[in-house]
Every structure is written in structure tokens, then in C-alpha cells.
């Protein structure tokens, strides 16, 4: 298998089934272009990472799910997820496909919030999501999966916040492929109007062990004059996804876009997350976790680009990798000429824990304006044998003192993590993942 | 017979290729307090690494029991859950792991399984110790450790003493780096653990540890093995006239672990 596998899914198939989600015609228009795009297109290029023998080809496009009748019958894991949040308020479940739950409290709805899936935005919110998709943010042609994505979209949601609203709870949505061979193109388009304030988590949870999957994501995200936006994820896929995830933000004047990234798949994984910075003292704050593990093979990407004058652009992302597992993290500070006192701050660290396991960060700078502050900070390193003689001279088992040593490792960025729930859920996947 | 024996017998042990340890035999058993004294680099340090287990150090010949099971056959973990203890002359620093968090973990690995300490009893105990070894109250959640001063790092040593109890400590220099005040309350907290069952090995240069903590024996290391032992009164004759008296007593020129006898 190569990963110019042609994709079993051609402009017929497409035709139907964006009638069958009875889409706007301009949507219909932008998948049949896409998937010719995306034939002429490449993979995306990753300075250290091979894709050869990841799959991006075999999985099932079209799976439905059941709505939620009630809470209790969700699985444990999709639960444990909700926390405080059984109210069912302000919260979607996508389950494969489809919606299976969507509430939106009545205040949030009569100061005009939208949060609803990406087909109904499609049509009932038309100029907001046309505006929008695939425009300023992510394009259609970046690259071969940016076109895919475009062309075989199968999920997606639509949160707009309307000028000077503030959203005081978290909006949350779980995307749950039930089914362990559905794929997931799913489409995240955050809009927060000026001087508005929302924070969004998103979780991503799979069930396939063993069958073999494709998750392609796009996230994009607006905060417009002096909106503040905390985006929160904690991506969960098992071993079988092979993960496509493109989360980017574009910040303008005064706005701020906060990243919280628990990226804990289990599977072969593409991780970007790029913020543009627009505005004149525009923000942004990229924290990220992961765990690698098994014979995984990752490539994180944290990049800010400072365009507005007194832009500040901070990375920080902490990996541990384990026993086979390959992880690159890229980060990138990018100024451009004109915005002068930019900053731009970052630190990658990556600890391996095996023989096996390895690690590599590379920190850039790209900077082409005089009057800017710049710096970074990269460390790769294994765990430190003294550290775990330490730990287990006091009887701890060398597994309990490695399970120290990683959520020790891990807990200044966790800790940072502005969203609470965001951190419980960390703490939570960092401990199935140790063992 | 009261508390644990310790035996340490013809122990040989090698860094790195070079032997460091050539033949040391010492017996430690409950209740009883002994010091081991010696100029730098005489093996001090390698004799409580290789009881504890480091993983640099290699025992090439020779046996460590502890009331008769064999220490050397046991993991790092295994012997702490055996009984022993050591305080180190340089404790790691461990980042996010708090100081608090970290002694539970160790408490609960020392009990059986099922019988944690439950998290009240835990918090007033720790308290309590802090109290008694005059620590900041915010050390219990500060990383282990972690820019700790000399002094901390030490009483943090003692505060681990304290609460795990072991039956057997070593305890290596554990008043460098102590000012007068720190050194009584770290001593006031060995002695605490005093008692027949209770048995320790303190390393020390100085005799104004001693003062505090009188030893009932006192040894002397050179060249990576035990030249000498007695009473009290060994340490306070070293203190007074240094080591050449016995080295001249012994015929030794150079002590380090370089030459041989
Ligand atoms: N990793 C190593 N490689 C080579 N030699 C080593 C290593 N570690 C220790 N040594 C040597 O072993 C000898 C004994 O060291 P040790 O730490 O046991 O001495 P000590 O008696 O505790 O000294 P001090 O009183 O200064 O603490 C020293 O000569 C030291 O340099
Ligand atoms: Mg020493």
C-alpha cells in the first residue's frame, strides 16, 4: 500500500450524497472541485516524517449514528468525558456521522449564538459559513488531505458568537466514531465576532482497536476585533485512525486565540496547529501535550506567524514518548516585515522513556523585522536512571516512578491549561496511557 | 533480638571498571548507631550506594544481607520495602512531582496493597513532621526537591526518615550544607527515630553532628575499606588530630582509593 492509493469515492458518489444532506449548491460545488484538486495534489510535506504505509485510503465515507436518547446509555468513556455537563446544556454529540444530541441553552440562543452541525449552518446559516469555509483560514489546495477533506467533509460544526456576547460556560462536542471503520472529515468553523468571548472544547473518541480508519480534520477559527477565543481538545483516536488534524486560527486586532492540545491518539498521527496573527497586538498561547506510545509515528507542528504590530505568539508543548513511538515537534515563530515589537516565545520538550522511543524537536525562528523580541528553548532527553533510583529507594515499583517522572514531565504545560476541564480530562488519558 | 541486622561482608564494588570498594565488612543490627567517618573520595558514598542498589555500582564480590535475605538479589524498591533507607548526600530533583504527592506514593508502596494510608491520617502525619523539622508548610507542595537549598534538600531527607520509618537508614552527610539551627532540629529528628528496633549508619565528617547524635559505634574508611573502629571517642580524637595518626598507625600514605595498602 503507498498513499497514492486512488480513493474508491468519485464526483457520482459525491453528487448523491451531498443531496442526500440536501446542500446548498455552492457547497456541492466546492466538493466537486475539490476531489479534482485533490488528484493533482501532493501529501503534505514533512521535513522528518515518512507517510509511506499510513492509511489514508481505507475506510467507510458514509456511517449513520443514533441520536441519545438518554445519558446513561452512553458508554463510560463518552461520559467520563461530560463531567458536571449531564444538564446536556450547550453540548453536541456527534455520533459517527451524524448528531446524535444538540443543546444550546436559551440564553445563549436568544443573544443570538450559533452551535449547530455544519450541513444545517450550511443552509440555514449560509453567508456566515460561505464567508468562512476554506477562505481566510485552511484552502482547498494546500495539499492532497486539505483537498480530501474538502471534497469528502462528513461532519462538522458551526459556532458563531455574535459581536460583544460572552460565553460565560465552555461549549463542548464529542465526535464519537462508534462505528471502528467510519471515517471522520469533519469540519470545526469557530467564528467570534468582535470583542466577543467563548471558550470551545472539542473531544475526539474512536473504538477501533483493530479495523482500520481515517480521521481528516480541519478546524478553523475566527476572533475578530478584540474577541477572545480558548480552544480546548483532547484528541483520543485508538490505534486503528490514522489522524489528518489542521487546527489554525486567525486572530486580528486585539483578539486572542488560546490553544489547549491534548494530543493523545494512539494512531499514526498529522498534527498543525498554526495561528495567525493579524491584528496589532493580537495573542496567542499554544500549549500542547502528548503521549506517544507503541510503535505510533507523530508529527506536531505548533507555528504562529506574527503579522500585527505587538503581536505576541507563545508555543509551549511537552511530549513523552514511549516504547516504539516517533514523534517530531516542529515549532515555528514567524515575524513578518512590519510587525515591529512582535514577540515570539517557545519551548519543546520531548522525554523517552525506552530503548525504543524517539524524539525530536525542532525550534524556528523566522524573523524578517529588526524591532522584534524572539527566543526559544528545545530539550530532548530520556528519562534520567538516577531520577527513578531516587523515586524507587522510597519503594516505589520503577512503574509507579515512571508514572512520576511523565506526569511530572508533562504537568507545567497541563497545569497551565486555562480550561479546567481540559486538565481533569488530561490528567485522565495521561494515566491510561502510562500504563 | 530487637529490629533488623545488617551485614555487610568482604563487599568489593566497581564504577565504571575501577574498583572503588575492596573488601568492607561491617555489621549494623537494631538499635544501634554507627558512624563511618573518612577522608573524601574513601568510599563512604559508594558503600550506602551499593546497600541501596545505584545503578552505577557493581558488586563485584562479597554479600549485603539483611536479617539474612540476601539485599543484593533484591530491586532498588524491594529493598526499601525490605527495610532499609538512604538519605543521600545528593538528592535528585524531581519536576512536577510535588513533595506531598511523591510520600504518599512511597508510604502506600511500603504498606500492602489494600491498606493506603488513608489521605487525613497522611496530611496530619505530614504535618506533624513538618512541624517537628521546622519545614515550610509549603514545601509539601512545592516540586521534590526542586530549587530546594542545600540546607532543604537535607531536611527533606529527614522528613522521608521520618514519615516511612524504615527499619534500617543510612545516612549519608547529612548535615553538609546545615547551618547550626537547621543541624540540631535535623539532628532532634534522627533521634526521635531512636529507639531498640532502630538501626542506623550515619556518614559524617564532622564531629558537631556527634554531638548530638551520639554514635555507640564509629568507623574509619580509607582506600575503599573499614581501617579502623571504635567508641565515641574515635570521632572525637579524629576531630582533635585529624587522620595522619592513623594512617601513620596503619603505614597508609595516600587514603584515596587509587593506591593500595
Ligand atoms: N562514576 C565514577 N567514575 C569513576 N570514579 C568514580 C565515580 N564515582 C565515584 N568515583 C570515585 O570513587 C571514589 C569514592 O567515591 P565516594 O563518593 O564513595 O567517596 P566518599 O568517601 O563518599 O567521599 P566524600 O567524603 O567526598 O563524599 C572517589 O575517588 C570517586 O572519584
Ligand atoms: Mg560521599
Known amino acids: ?435 | 533480638m530487637a529490629g533488623s541486622t545488617l551485614e555487610i561482608k568482604d563487599l568489593h564494588v566497581e564504577i565504571e571498571g575501577l574498583e572503588i570498594l575492596k573488601g568492607v565488612n561491617l555489621t549494623i543490627k537494631g538499635g544501634e548507631f554507627h558512624a563511618v567517618m573518612g577522608p573524601n573520595g574513601t568510599g563512604k558514598s559508594t558503600l550506602a550506594s551499593a546497600v541501596m542498589g545505584h545503578p552505577k555500582y557493581e558488586v563485584t564480590k562479597g554479600s549485603i544481607l539483611l536479617d539474612g535475605e540476601d539485599v543484593l538479589e533484591m530491586e532498588v524498591d524491594e529493598r526499601a520495602q525490605a527495610g532499609l533507607f538512604l538519605a543521600m548526600q545528593y538528592p535528585s530533583e524531581i519536576s512536577g512531582v510535588t513533595t506531598s504527592d511523591f510520600l504518599r506514593s512511597s508510604i502506600n508502596s511500603l504498606r500492602e496493597e489494600g491498606d493506603e494510608i488513608p489521605l487525613m491520617q497522611f496530611i496530619k502525619k505530614m504535618d506533624e513532621t513538618m512541624d517537628y523539622l521546622e519545614i515550610d508548610k509549603n514545601m509539601a507542595q512545592r516540586y521534590l526537591n526542586e530549587g530546594f537549598s542545600g540546607g532543604e534538600k537535607k531536611r527533606n531527607e529527614i522528613l522521608q526518615l521520618m514519615m516511612l520509618e524504615p527499619a534500617m537508614a543510612i545516612l549519608d552527610e547529612i548535615d553538609s550544607g546545615l547551618d547550626i539551627d537547621a543541624l540540631k532540629v535535623v539532628s532532634k529528628g534522627i533521634n526521635k527515630m531512636r529507639n531498640e528496633e532502630f538501626g542506623c549508619l550515619i556518614i559524617t565528617h564532622y564531629q558537631r553532628l556527634l554531638d548530638y547524635i551520639t554514635p555507640d559505634h564509629v568507623h574509619v574508611m580509607m582506600q575503599g575499606r573499614v581501617v579502623k573502629s571504635g567508641g565515641p571517642e574515635l570521632a572525637e580524637r579524629l576531630e582533635a588530630e585529624g587522620y595522619d595518626w592513623i594512617k601513620e598507625e596503619l603505614g597508609i600514605e595516600d587514603e584515596t582509593i587509587g593506591q593500595n595498602a
Not at chain 1, 489554525?248 to 486572542?256: E, K, L, P, Y
Not at chain 1, 516504539?324 to 516542529?330: K, L, R
Not at chain 1, 525550534?363 to 524507587?392: C, F, K, N
Request: net charge negative.
Open chain 1, 1 to 435: 500500500m503507498t498513499v497514492e492509493t486512488q480513493l474508491p469515492y468519485d464526483k457520482d458518489y459525491l453528487m448523491q450524497y451531498s443531496e442526500r444532506r440536501k446542500e446548498p449548491q455552492w457547497f456541492r460545488d466546492v466538493r466537486l472541485n475539490a476531489i479534482e484538486t485533490a488528484e493533482n495534489l501532493a501529501m503534505p510535506k514533512l521535513e522528518k516524517t515518512r507517510l509511506k504505509n499510513w492509511n489514508f485510503t481505507n475506510f467507510k465515507h458514509d456511517v449513520s449514528g443514533e441520536a441519545v436518547q438518554k445519558f446513561e446509555e452512553l458508554p463510560e468513556k463518552i461520559r467520563v468525558l461530560l463531567g458536571e455537563k449531564s444538564t446536556s446544556e450547550n453540548l453536541i454529540i456527534v455520533r459517527n456521522n451524524d448528531v446524535a444530541h444538540a443543546s444550546l441553552s436559551p440564553e445563549l440562543q436568544d443573544k443570538g449564538v450559533v452551535f449547530k452541525d455544519i450541513f444545517t449552518a450550511m443552509n440555514e446559516n449560509e453567508d456566515l459559513v460561505k464567508k468562512y469555509f476554506m477562505q481566510d483560514g485552511v484552502s482547498v489546495d494546500e495539499h492532497k488531505l486539505t483537498a480530501r477533506h474538502a471534497a469528502l467533509l462528513n461532519s462538522g460544526v458551526f459556532l458563531y458568537v455574535p459581536k460583544n456576547v460572552k460565553v460565560e460556560e465552555p461549549i463542548q462536542i464529542v465526535f464519537w466514531q462508534e462505528d471502528p471503520e467510519a471515517a471522520l472529515f469533519n469540519h470545526v468553523l469557530l467564528v467570534a465576532d468582535q470583542h466577543s468571548e467563548v471558550t470551545y472544547l472539542e473531544n475526539y473518541v474512536s473504538e477501533n482497536k483493530n479495523e482500520e480508519a481515517v480521521a481528516n480534520i480541519v478546524s478553523e477559527v475566527f476572533a475578530l476585533d478584540g474577541a477572545n477565543v480558548s480552544y480546548g481538545a483532547v484528541d483520543n483516536f485508538e490505534k486503528g485512525t490514522t489522524t489528518y488534524v489542521n487546527r489554525r486560527g486567525v486572530a486580528q486586532r486585539d483578539a486572542t486565540i488560546e490553544w489547549a492540545l491534548g494530543q493523545m491518539n494512539d494512531g499514526n498521527t498529522i498534527s498543525d496547529n498554526v495561528t495567525y496573527l493579524m491584528g496589532d497586538n493580537s495573542y496567542s498561547y499554544a500549549k500542547a501535550v502528548s503521549v506517544g506510545r507503541g510503535d505510533q509515528k507523530q508529527d506536531f507542528t505548533a507555528k504562529i506567524v506574527h503579522y500585527g504590530k505587538e503581536s505576541e505568539g507563545y508555543i509551549l508543548q511537552h511530549g513523552v514518548m514511549k516504547d516504539n513511538a516517533t514523534s517530531i515537534f516542529n515549532g515555528i515563530g514567524k515575524i513578518e516585515h512590519g510587525a515591529t515589537k512582535a514577540n515570539a516565545e517557545q519551548e519543546s520538550r520531548v522525554l523517552m522513556l525506552d530503548q525504543g522511543s524517539r524524539g525530536d524537536a525542532n525550534p524556528i525562528l523566522l524573523i524578517d523585522e529588526d524591532d522584534v523580541t524572539a527566543g526559544h528553548a528545545a530539550s530532548v532527553g530520556r528519562v534520567d536512571p538516577i531520577q527513578l533510583y531516587y523515586l524507587m529507594s522510597r519503594g516505589i515499583s520503577q512503574q509507579e516512578a515512571e508514572r512520576l517522572v511523565i506526569h511530572g514531565f508533562l504537568s507545567p504545560v497541563v497545569r497551565e491549561i486555562p480550561i479546567e476541564t481540559v486538565q481533569a480530562q488530561l490528567r485522565e488519558v495521561i494515566e491510561g496511557k502510562v500504563y
